[in-house]
């Protein structure tokens, strides 16, 4: 994918990737003898949250970079340090309370992502926490958390549609700052589609981790990976962040990673095409180092890629695109990234059917789509206008 971009992205992307080594010191220091916009930079690190990898690596070309920018990126250093203590403070206090509730609770993403590749807090940012739990405790859980002061964020959604198909829930309360503390509740990696993900051998294959005295159960750096990778598709491949984090993790444990059960479980999954952007685009933008032999397993047809590329590249990552209608260029670069055509047509029809409600309300309203868009969005309203005159019919 060779896309010209700009030298403050160049260095963005080495500054991005994981190994503080000689190589990753020589490509950073030859990047600094461009002619480098500091406003720009400063701007793209903020934007994809990676100001502490960034301010890691270029406190070491000090002598290459102005003063007042490293003392910017220093100072955000340490605000997000001292604010990803606070978040892992309230972790420690909520998983004791599920612990006593007798809650089996796995923390994702967040501080212990950070540990688990960095061995540090600080390296990663996180505005809230993710918690993984079992389906049946989502009751209980929801019950502690409103007893430790935190409030549901409602959307208009019925417990049933929220329990199968969203199959996550935020909760947040107040701060001393001003900004509200959020937690989210999970129960399947796979979130606001009628796929599921199993979630049985996940559970089975927790790891113990020990950080700071307190000992958490964790995911399996196989069953890390799978996730990042089914996050970035359920958000349309633009978290760039998410890449850095599969580039470190390739770092960490390339070597130990079981790579036939992450393919397995993919398949089984129906992830396979997920899996295959997500480390394509790792490897094309942070250098992550998939073995050999792997990518060409996942590899899609060559048409799915032809037309997956009209939606999502190489610059509109790193520039931080952010589509007009966020929601619906998720939902088709999701419908597109489905691992086989006749499925992807079988689980629009199912969702329909079940969800049709909240799908009239998602794709059939004033808002006018053009373009692209607009074609692709054409088979959905027809769709749910067909299944509304079905439903009309039956009534009378």
Same mark, same amino acid.
């Given at each position: 994918?060779?896309?010209?971009?700009?030298?403050?992205?160049n260095?963005?992307l080495?500054?991005?990737?994981?190994p !503080?080594d000689?190589?990753?010191? #020589?490509t950073?220091r030859?990047?600094?003898?461009?002619?480098?916009?500091?406003d720009r930079?400063?701007?793209?690190?903020r934007a994809h949250?990676?100001?502490?990898?960034?301010?890691?690596?270029?406190?070491? =070309?000090?002598?290459?970079v102005?003063?007042n920018?490293?003392n910017?990126?220093?100072?955000?250093?340490?605000l997000?340090?001292?604010?990803?203590? $606070?978040?892992?403070?309230? @972790?420690?206090?909520?998983?004791?309370?599920?612990? =006593?509730?007798?809650?089996d609770?796995?923390?994702?993403?967040g501080?212990?992502l950070?540990w688990?590749?960095?061995?540090?807090?600080?390296?990663?940012?996180f505005?809230? @926490?993710?918690?993984?739990?079992r389906?049946?405790?989502?009751?209980d859980?929801?019950?502690?958390?409103?007893?430790?002061?935190?409030?549901p964020?409602?959307?208009?959604?019925?417990?049933?549609?929220?329990k $199968?198909?969203?199959?996550?829930h935020?909760?947040?309360?107040s &701060?001393?700052?001003g900004k509200?503390?959020?937690?989210?509740?999970?129960w399947?990696?796979?979130?606001?589609r009628?796929?599921?993900f199993d979630?049985?051998?996940?559970?089975?294959? *927790?790891q113990?981790?020990?950080l #700071? /005295?307190?000992? !958490?159960l964790?995911l399996?750096?196989?069953y890390?990976l799978?996730?990042?990778?089914?996050?970035?598709?359920?958000?349309?491949?633009l978290?760039?962040?998410?890449?850095s984090?599969?580039?470190? *993790?390739?770092e960490?444990?390339?070597? &130990?990673?079981?790579?036939k059960?992450?393919?397995?479980?993919a398949?089984?999954?129906?992830?396979?095409?997920? *899996?295959?952007y997500?480390l394509?685009?790792?490897s094309?933008?942070c250098g992550?180092?998939?073995?050999? /032999?792997i990518l060409?397993?996942?590899?899609p047809?060559?048409l799915q890629?032809k037309?997956?590329?009209?939606?999502?590249?190489?610059r509109?990552?790193?520039?931080?695109?952010i589509?007009?209608?966020y929601?619906?260029?998720?939902?088709t670069?999701n419908?597109?990234t489905?691992? &086989?055509?006749?499925e992807?047509?079988?689980?629009?029809w199912?969702?329909?059917?079940?969800?049709?409600?909240?799908l009239?309300?998602r794709?059939?309203?004033s808002?006018s789509?053009?373009?692209?868009?607009?074609?692709i969005?054409?088979?959905?309203?027809?769709?749910?206008?067909k299944?509304?005159?079905?439903l009309s019919?039956?009534?009378t």
């Open positions: 994918m060779n896309i010209a971009i700009s030298p403050e992205q260095l963005l080495a500054c991005a990737r994981s !503080f000689r190589q990753s010191r #020589d950073i030859n990047l600094l003898k461009e002619r480098i916009n500091w930079f400063f701007q793209l690190t949250k990676i100001v502490p990898l960034c301010y890691l690596h270029l406190k070491e =070309e000090s002598l290459s102005p003063e920018v490293l910017r990126l220093h100072h955000a250093y340490i997000n340090s001292i604010k990803s203590l $606070d978040l892992y403070s309230h @972790l420690i206090k909520t998983l004791n309370a599920f612990s =006593e509730a007798n809650i609770a796995v923390p994702i993403k501080p212990i950070s688990m590749l960095y061995e540090r807090l600080s390296v990663r940012t505005t809230d @926490l993710d918690i993984l739990i389906p049946e405790k989502y009751e859980a929801a019950r502690i958390l409103e007893a430790c002061s935190y409030r964020v409602e959307k208009g959604y019925s417990g049933a549609f929220i $199968d198909y969203i199959r996550h935020t909760f947040e309360k &701060s001393p700052s509200p503390l959020g937690i989210e509740i999970h399947n990696f796979y979130a606001n009628i796929l599921k979630m049985d051998i996940v559970w089975r294959s *927790l113990s981790i020990e #700071d /005295g307190h000992q !958490f964790t399996s750096p196989e890390t799978l996730h990042l990778a089914v996050n970035l598709r359920i958000h349309g491949y978290n760039f962040r998410h890449y984090d599969l580039s470190a *993790l390739l960490c444990y390339g070597k &130990s990673l079981d790579w059960r992450i393919l397995r479980q398949a089984v999954n129906r992830q396979k095409t997920a *899996l295959y997500a394509w685009f790792s094309d933008l992550g180092r998939v073995p050999p /032999g060409e397993k996942l590899k047809p060559k890629k037309i997956l590329a009209l939606f999502i590249d190489k509109k990552i790193v520039d931080g695109y589509p007009q209608n929601k619906l260029f998720c939902d670069v419908f597109l489905i691992d &086989s055509p006749a992807s047509w079988r689980l629009i199912l969702t329909g059917i079940t969800h049709f409600h909240i009239r309300k794709y059939i309203g808002v789509w053009g373009g692209i868009f607009g074609l969005i054409s088979p959905f309203r027809r769709l749910i206008k299944i509304e005159d079905i019919n039956r009534n």
